[in-house]
């Protein structure tokens, strides 16, 4: 023992036993040097992993592994809060199942093969393909997982270089009828404001979102800001079930699924009523339209639809409205007229600031598009909108559903600018990617939905999934994985881990998960998030961005994809930057990107802008203009008359019940990463079913015993939950979807929004026995 | 879980009396301090942010009035369980991970007030013979976000996770120097929480809770981390909005 160590020793005995005289009664522990201190750890930023709030996370080092996560103080989102997966995530980098090699099906069995070997598979297989079967017969299916770099050489691999507008990516599962509903209304995808809206407002309305469980450090920061202004701050819950979110709420009204649309026009009626229509705003604004009604479920194969949109005047709005009094929205929701008067109330003050806030319960619904065309009508009449406080905002499930799905355009009628049905979009994108323009096909092909029905019928041979787990995710899923196992399939998965789909593959590529590589996300508020390789991936494991590249460059596409292995996460996305040049979507640049935990776009002049459309915020905005749509010719927003119509299935004297499913706050969407964490898994180790108190009492279900659950399409078992966090109302019951041994999407219905294409998991019909 | 009691103070009553007279001075400046601060963040900075300027070695310590006296004002019963090092970190994934709820709880939809009807002031339990750890971030609502119970034993699959080293006690910078704070702040920042009372660890208690202004003479030992904070500018167009 050295001198110093032997003072600093003495020193700390002599402190113990002073502490020890001072407590009697108390032995204190001996002085021992337990390991290194914290700041033996190098701590490195990233985004969180999991859902779509971005919270900046702190990573810490050791010996090379990822030892620890703390939330970051100076990320803007999360100000140093995390979740409890975030706080554990990087223990999910360990489990002990990691794909470290590749794996090849010969002979009905996966064998390891270097991955060398596995990429020349893949590209030659879907060489083959093509030539067999031509170029719309293979597919790759990515995700809002996806970093962006992962995003942008998909596209321009499949639609610059193959020429197949096979693309698309599980975003279409979860974000698609918000980007439609932004589209129809504002011409121009993602939210407006951001999340500062939270310490400005006054008013939080979360439309079917339990946020307490599903985006805990925002909610927490709507209750600290509730908190923090006594009797003024009110936080209302609308919801098909009491959650957490419910009994945190100032007001919880229960609505039956799908009545969100009536209960939406019954607020605009009473704001109109009411004559609380913010005029000037409106005048100036906003246009006011109708589409195409009784517009079908897609349940079909091969199932086509086009809206048609035409103009109409605030009297024709009226006498829309007039179906949706309190008093007729009443009985068709469950919720009492003096509730929506009430919900219309907070909307329509005009001293009073609002904030919407929805997630998958608008999202995941047959008329997606439609309920999220209906909230924005609200915030259009009142002129609560792009002001800090006041706006309607589309909260995401995944880390990058925006910053790759949606900003990058992995899905088949998009680009990274634009759509591929416009011929001066895709000379765009030609001209950056160096591919002649006639590469890109001009038509659309097939949404996540009919991909796979494509898959199913043998119209696609080889599909590549990556950062995704349809075999689990997809509705009605028996069909779907039936499909995938036939002859004559090819199915190539890259994943960090087993899961349903690795399963069914032909090949397995190993991924290199998260801070294994360098890569960027970007969140629900336009924030891009840059993170450094911050550890190795284990043995072969190889970045998504990278097995794409090396696949194509293996099917000749050499001179398209140059970028050197040292700083190709940079490059790849500089000449992403490209497509959004101008003030309207300026990405930031990577070295800035380096220096702070996330950067809003526009990001123009080295300045994010926080509230778009505002002339005071947003520089792209028409000077004296006060607001400008500009995704809209004329500048203005649109309020489209949208009706309330029933759900695809509803529940019968057969199927008595309403089926929703839905996530916990310990884990994320299919648990192939949450599950492997021991403290969620030993928190909430398998699915379950939350039955309504009464019903339960009713059928003799008492808590934790197993039931069954029968839909149209499959059954399943489950053990029942009763008063649980959750509590569903009568003759409803929820049923998460992490649990890969209890499929519940094998019971659920594959119908979905006609214009996002975005089916509607949670509603239809099931019954309810007793085991 | 609501059972809880004072713990008796005879014998040191005058002590108590003492440090009681202490603390109601120590308040009264705290409270004037704070005061001052909210005015000048003029009432729109979560508390979340004091998390950050902790870290960077600003006191702000912002707590709600307590109900009860202080913690650390009662000496534990004889023979009550003692909160040792080993337990404390065998609740924790690593040095720093949110601690897991190891009693049974209900999960009934309810996300903080049960807890903190035990948690926010501690105090004896009879049922486990043990005194309730105080949480340092009583200001935090929804308590489960990161706090789970753990209903089963075993693993979905088997971990290669190697847990860190735990942070070392007993840093001195000079000897004879004030101990140095081996952990970040965050959520942490208020001390006496985890370091005095009876319901303190016991390897980590204070020898001196009574000075209170803990950061005084003890300061993190701790990276800063490298990023620049947009917080700044968000308080900037904060102002300008009122």
């Keep these: 023992m050295d001198r110093r160590k032997f003072m600093k020793n003495a020193a700390l005995a002599s402190a113990c036993s002073a502490a020890a005289a001072m407590v009697p009664g108390v032995t204190f522990g001996s002085v021992q040097e337990v390991g290194v201190s914290g700041s033996g750890l190098e701590w490195h930023k990233a985004p969180c992993r999991f859902c779509g709030v971005g919270c900046g996370v702190l990573v810490g080092v050791s010996g090379g592994k990822a030892v620890a996560v703390k939330g970051d103080p100076s990320s803007s989102v999360s100000r140093g809060l995390g979740c409890v ?4 995530s990087v223990q999910m980098l360990y489990a002990k199942d990691r794909y470290k090699q590749a794996y090849v099906k010969r002979d009905g069995k996966m064998v390891p093969v270097p991955i060398s070997e596995a990429l020349d598979i893949v590209a030659e297989k879907m060489q083959a393909t093509i030539d067999k079967h031509g170029k719309d017969s293979v597919a790759l299916y990515g995700s809002g997982q996806w970093t962006i770099p992962d995003g942008y050489v998909a596209s321009k691999f499949m639609k610059g270089c193959i020429g197949s507008n096979n693309l698309e990516a599980n975003a279409r599962l979860c974000m698609a009828s918000a980007v439609t509903g932004f589209l129809t209304t504002f011409g121009a ?17 979360l439309w079917g979102n339990n946020m307490a469980e599903m985006h805990p450090v925002l909610f927490s920061r709507c209750l600290e800001q509730r908190r923090r202004n006594p009797g003024r701050v009110k936080i209302i819950d609308l919801a098909t079930r ?3 979110t419910s009994r945190a709420a100032d007001d919880s009204f229960i609505f039956r699924p799908q009545t969100d649309l009536a209960i939406a026009n019954a607020i605009c009626h009473e704001i109109v009523k009411n004559d609380q229509v913010n005029w000037g705003f409106f005048n100036k604004h906003v246009n006011i339209m109708e589409g195409k009604t009784d517009i079908g479920y897609g349940l079909e194969d091969n199932f086509k639809f086009k809206d048609e949109t ?10 829309f409205l007039s179906d949706y009094t309190p008093e007729k929205v009443e009985k068709i929701s469950g919720v009492s007229a003096n509730d929506i008067r009430k919900l219309a109330a907070l909307y329509g003050d005009p001293n009073r600031k609002v904030v919407s806030y929805w997630c998958m319960g608008m999202n995941q619904h047959s008329r997606g598009t439609w309920i999220n065309n209906l909230v924005y009508n609200i915030h259009l009449l009142v002129g609560k909108i792009s002001l800090p406080g006041n706006g309607p905002f589309s909260l995401t499930g995944q880390p990058s559903a925006c910053g790759t799905v949606r900003e990058v355009g992995t899905l088949t009628h998009k ?66 994985f039936e499909g995938s196992m036939k002859e004559d399939r090819f199915i190539v998965v890259s994943d960090a881990f087993p899961t349903p789909t690795t399963a069914v593959a032909d090949v397995i590529l190993p991924a290199a998960c998260w801070i294994e590589r360098e890569g960027l996300y970007g969140n629900s508020e336009r924030r891009t998030q840059q993170f450094d390789q911050i550890v190795q991936p284990p043995g072969e494991a190889m970045c998504d961005t990278w097995q794409i590249i090396e696949v194509a460059r293996r099917m000749g596409f050499t001179k398209e994809f140059p970028y050197p292995q040292e700083t190709y996460i940079r490059d790849v996305y500089e000449e992403y930057r490209l497509h959004h040049v101008g003030m309207k979507h300026a990405m930031a640049p990577y070295d800035e990107l380096r220096k702070y935990p996330g950067l809003q776009w526009p990001f123009v002049n080295g300045k994010e802008t926080k509230w778009r459309y505002n002339e005071k915020y947003d520089p792209a905005v028409k000077k004296g203009s006060g607001f400008e749509f500009y995704g809209k010719k004329d500048g203005k927003a649109v309020i489209l008359a949208r009706p309330y119509e029933p759900a695809a299935e509803e529940p019968d004297a057969e199927y008595p019940f309403w089926l929703c499913t839905g996530r916990v706050v310990e884990h994320w969407h299919t648990g192939s990463m949450t599950r492997r964490i021991p403290v969620l898994n030993k928190a909430m180790p398998e699915g379950y079913v939350e039955i309504n108190t009464e019903d339960a009492r009713r059928m003799g279900i008492v808590d934790g015993r197993e039931v069954r659950l029968t839909s149209r399409r499959g059954t399943i078992v489950l053990k029942a939950k009763v008063n649980g966090r959750g509590n569903p109302p009568s003759l409803s019951v929820f049923v998460p979807f992490f649990d890969e041994n209890k499929l519940i999407n094998e019971l659920t219905l594959d119908a979905y929004c006609p214009i996002s294409k975005q089916p509607d998991y949670k509603k239809c019909a099931v019954k309810v026995e007793r085991v | 879980m609501s059972a ?13 009396g003492f440090i009681a007279i202490g603390m109601t001075v120590l308040f009264t400046v705290r409270g004037k301090l704070q005061a001052q601060d909210q005015e000048a963040h003029a009432g729109h900075h979560p508390s979340w942010a004091t998390a950050h300027a902790a870290s960077h070695a600003v006191v702000e310590i912002v707590v709600p009035p307590r109900t009860a006296q202080p913690a650390f004002e009662s000496v534990p019963r004889p023979g009550a369980k003692v909160r040792t090092l080993r337990e404390f970190y065998s609740r924790r994934a690593y040095a720093g991970a949110p601690p897991i709820i190891p009693h ?10 049960d807890c903190l009807s035990c948690h926010q002031d501690g105090g004896y339990v009879p049922e486990y013979n043990a005194y309730t750890p105080v949480t340092p971030h009583p200001e935090m609502g929804n308590c489960r976000q990161c706090h789970v119970e753990q209903i089963v034993e075993g693993l979905f699959v088997a971990t290669e996770w190697i847990q860190p080293a735990l942070p070392k006690r007993g840093q001195q910078s000079i000897p004879g120097g004030p101990l140095q704070i081996p952990h970040p702040l965050q959520f942490r920042e208020n001390c006496l929480a985890c370091h005095a009372g009876p319901q303190a660890v016991v390897e980590i208690r204070s020898s001196h809770p009574e000075r209170e202004n803990c950061l005084q003479c003890h300061v993190v030992d701790q990276n800063v981390p490298p990023f620049k904070s947009l917080i700044d500018t968000r308080m900037e167009l904060a102002d300008v909005e009122k």
């Design chain 1, 85 to 88: 997966k975030g706080l554990h």
């Design chain 2, 104 to 113: 049974a709880v209900e999960d009934d939809g309810v996300i903080n007030d």
């Design chain 1, 189 to 205: 995808d993602e939210p407006m404001g951001c999340y500062d809206d939270i310490e400005q407002t006054e008013t939080f309305v």
């Design chain 1, 242 to 244: 009491t959650t957490r």
């Design chain 1, 415 to 480: 680009l990274p600018h634009g759509v591929v049905m416009n011929p001066k979009h895709r000379a765009f994108a030609a001209k950056i990617w160096g591919v002649p323009v006639e590469r890109i096909p001009a038509k659309p092909t097939h949404h996540t939905m009919a991909m796979f029905r494509a898959l199913d019928r043998g119209d696609i041979r080889f599909i590549w999934t990556q950062v995704t787990n349809p075999m689990q995710t997809m509705p009605k899923l028996k069909r779907y």
């Design chain 1, 310 to 319: 035409a103009k109409i005047d605030m009297e024709a709005y009226k006498a």
């Design chain 2, 4 to 16: 809880k009691q004072a713990s008796p103070l005879t014998g040191v009553i005058i002590l108590a």
